[in-house]
């Protein structure tokens, strides 16, 4: 068997397939029904896929990646395109981490690098093309992804950053300069009322609309993507953790649960903030953090009423708010990033409190899905792409900081022409000096408290400054 992910009609409440891990947790409002661990919306929305087996013998293949993510499934279809023979494993299920627990937002960027940040650390040549590699190029192959395997992703255009402050749009409108000066044009400045025709919600002061970027349905996404990926005869194993990874003299040997995977000729590790653990060399650049998500229970207003382009949306306050509408009249709703993972009851509450706030016409508000993600950041805000220097490469990637829906899927495609020798973007990438974060793991749930209030106490000093969280 192998099908695309199919959509349901809304949503049918129903145990998650994933395995809970870690401190990711998913909670589903008592009323809708009671499960060991409940599926989150993403999953709900979704009609039930196929399972891959687990590993149970010693294989070989050109080349493995490890982590069944965005990346890790970008990488793999984009080898076997190119007649790669390649082997994905998932410790957990296809999109169980990160890549299927987002917000679903597609926006612009290398994590928090954009325009002008680019144009700040390189040449104009070489910053207009990452901009366009992170931008045009990023969002236009999720397209044609979609188009090549007749995949249906709820791909929307266009999103919209909102101004919580008048001061703001003087950044907003410095990055649209920035991203007209590299050759990109899809923004557009908008004051408070031209907003407000956009959003109907008396909190902002007008924002930046970029008809680029847009949203989708990450997990969807993830899932296409692995359909693709067996479409071109890729072998994908479940269930499957890597303890080690070893290179040898005549490969690279992936010690697994369930046997052993020889790489005659290279590996892609793709999970993010664990990769320290699989590379003894791999520096520590990240520190984790943790995000939370919501999905209303159908509205009693029609979303058009506070939505009326249906564009997703996210704001400028140090600690953002995003959402967008879904199915059946929801509202999906995000924010925060913490150093501890809070629990399902305060996330709840934090996300209902800040719905209401944004929107203070919904007076009957109750939430049908609400749970948490990990993802990590880098001290410079950019991913940290690394490719290892021995016989056989390894390639690891990074500190997504929250941002990268898009670009993970162009850094998979990048991988596989580097090692196809196709194109040297991933060069590009690892181009970027990284620092190292001393104890960073360890100290994380007081480290990112303590940056949270003195950008806190710098906001209070000069408001109009633009720092997102």
């Known amino acids: 068997?192998?099908?695309?992910?199919?959509?349901?009609?809304?949503?049918?409440?129903?145990?998650?397939?994933?395995?809970?891990?870690?401190?990711?947790?998913?909670?589903?409002?008592?009323?809708?029904?009671?499960?060991?661990?409940?599926?989150?919306?993403?999953?709900?929305?979704?009609?039930?896929?196929?399972?891959?087996?687990?590993?149970?013998?010693?294989?070989?293949?050109?080349?493995?990646?490890?982590g069944g993510g965005l990346l890790g499934a970008s990488t793999a279809l984009h080898l076997a395109e190119q007649g790669v023979d390649t082997v994905l494993v998932e410790k957990n299920r296809i999109g169980s981490a990160a890549s299927g627990r987002n917000g679903g937002q597609l926006t612009p960027g290398l994590a928090r690098w954009e325009a002008g940040e680019m144009i700040e650390h390189f040449s104009y040549e070489e910053a207009k093309r990452l901009w366009h590699f992170t931008s045009t190029e990023a969002m236009s192959l999720i397209d044609q992804i979609a188009q090549n395997y007749d995949l249906e992703l709820q791909r929307k255009h266009q999103h919209i950053t909102a101004a919580v402050h008048p001061g703001h749009l003087v950044g907003l409108t410095e990055g649209a300069d920035a991203r007209k000066y590299l050759g990109e044009d899809h923004t557009q400045i908008m004051g408070k009322h031209e907003l407000f025709e956009h959003v109907k919600s008396e909190n902002y002061y007008g924002g930046?609309?970029?008809?680029?970027?847009?949203?989708?349905?990450?997990?969807?996404?993830?899932?296409?993507?692995?359909?693709?990926?067996?479409?071109?005869?890729?072998?994908?194993?479940?269930?499957?953790?890597?303890?080690?990874?070893?290179?040898?003299?005549?490969?690279?040997?992936?010690?697994?649960?369930?046997?052993?995977?020889?790489?005659?000729?290279?590996?892609?590790?793709?999970?993010?903030?664990?990769?320290?653990?699989?590379?003894?060399?791999?520096?520590?650049?990240?520190?984790?953090?943790?995000?939370?998500?919501?999905?209303?229970?159908?509205?009693?207003?029609?979303l058009s009423e506070i939505l009326p382009s249906d564009a997703p949306v996210y704001d400028t306050q140090f600690q953002i708010d995003y959402y967008r509408g879904v199915s059946k009249n929801r509202l999906l709703f995000g924010g925060e990033g913490t150093g501890s993972c809070w629990t399902p009851e305060k996330t709840h509450d934090y996300l209902l409190g800040r719905i209401k706030h944004v929107f203070p016409q919904l007076t009957q508000v109750e939430l049908d899905f609400v749970w948490s993600g990990t993802t990590d950041l880098t001290m410079n805000g950019a991913a940290d792409s690394r490719k290892s220097d021995g016989k056989y490469p390894i390639y690891a990637v990074q500190g997504w900081s929250g941002h990268g829906v898009a670009q993970t899927v162009r850094i998979g495609k990048a991988i596989a022409d580097d090692f196809c020798g196709n194109a040297d973007d991933f060069k590009m990438l690892t181009s970027i000096q990284h620092q190292d974060i001393l104890f960073g793991r360890a100290l994380a749930p007081m480290v990112i408290p303590m940056a949270k209030t003195a950008y806190g106490l710098g906001a209070m000093v000069n408001p109009g400054k633009m720092v997102s969280f």
């Open 208 to 302: 930046l609309l970029d008809t680029l970027g847009g949203h989708i349905h990450p997990l969807a996404l993830n899932r296409g993507l692995a359909y693709g990926f067996s479409q071109q005869g890729g072998k994908i194993y479940e269930q499957t953790e890597v303890l080690s990874v070893d290179e040898r003299e005549d490969g690279i040997y992936v010690t697994t649960t369930g046997g052993v995977i020889k790489a005659r000729k290279s590996a892609v590790i793709g999970v993010h903030h664990a990769s320290f653990k699989l590379l003894q060399s791999h520096n520590q650049t990240t520190i984790p953090f943790y995000t939370y998500v919501c999905t209303t229970a159908p509205l009693e207003l029609d």
């Open 1 to 66: 068997m192998n099908t695309k992910p199919k959509f349901v009609d809304d949503v049918e409440y129903k145990n998650s397939v994933n395995v809970q891990s870690g401190k990711e947790w998913n909670w589903l409002n008592p009323a809708r029904g009671s499960f060991d661990f409940p599926a989150n919306y993403y999953e709900s929305s979704l009609d039930a896929w196929q399972a891959f087996d687990a590993l149970n013998a010693d294989i070989e293949c050109d080349v493995v990646v490890i």
